[in-house]
């Protein structure tokens, strides 16, 4: 298992994430249950399990796999307070649009009560942000066979 480097990076809302990037082959595998995830801190069993369900995924076999994790300083308050407002935000336009799509096909009678249960829908099934919670991202490629792979995986790591 090769790191290739280990940089931080700032995402939107001013996010800061530090990224490690690894190399690895199929016989290394075993090791990815030895990494320790300090930003993690208490949870990083539950990324260790991420990061080897995201490799078990690409089945990279003899090729080399490119991994990288990045680990979110916890959230303030702020950011959680934005990711929130976006998370409202993508609720009600997947609203509208679905209203909107029902009401020309149907009747208005039809659409608002089909918009009203998407919203639920969208907002039981994004996530809500607290201050304190830390976001993972693991992100996975492998070059050859019958091409490019990609693979990502998402945590959040409640407080």
Do not use: W
Not at 83 to 104: E, P, V, W, Y
Not at 106 to 114: D, I, L, M, R, T
Not at 117 to 127: F, H, Q, S, T, W
């Amino acid at each position: 298992m090769k790191f290739e480097e280990t940089f931080q990076y700032m995402g939107n809302h001013g996010i800061v994430f530090n990224v490690s990037q690894i190399t690895l082959t199929d016989s290394e595998r075993g090791r990815l249950r030895e990494l320790h995830f300090g930003e993690a801190r208490s949870a990083h069993y539950e990324v260790n399990n991420k990061v080897v369900e995201v490799y078990d995924k690409m089945l990279a076999k003899s090729l080399p796999c490119v991994m990288m994790i990045g680990i979110s300083n916890p959230l303030t308050r702020q950011q959680g307070d934005a990711l929130n407002a976006q998370r409202t935000k993508i609720a009600n336009l997947a609203a509208s649009a679905f209203a909107g799509a029902t009401s020309a096909v149907a009747s208005p009678y039809v659409g608002v009560p089909v918009g009203a249960g998407v919203r639920m829908y969208a907002n039981e099934i994004l996530p809500t942000y607290h201050a304190g919670d830390v976001l993972v991202s693991i992100e996975a490629q492998v070059n050859g066979g019958i091409g490019p792979q990609r693979s990502g995986s998402t945590l959040i790591i409640k407080t």
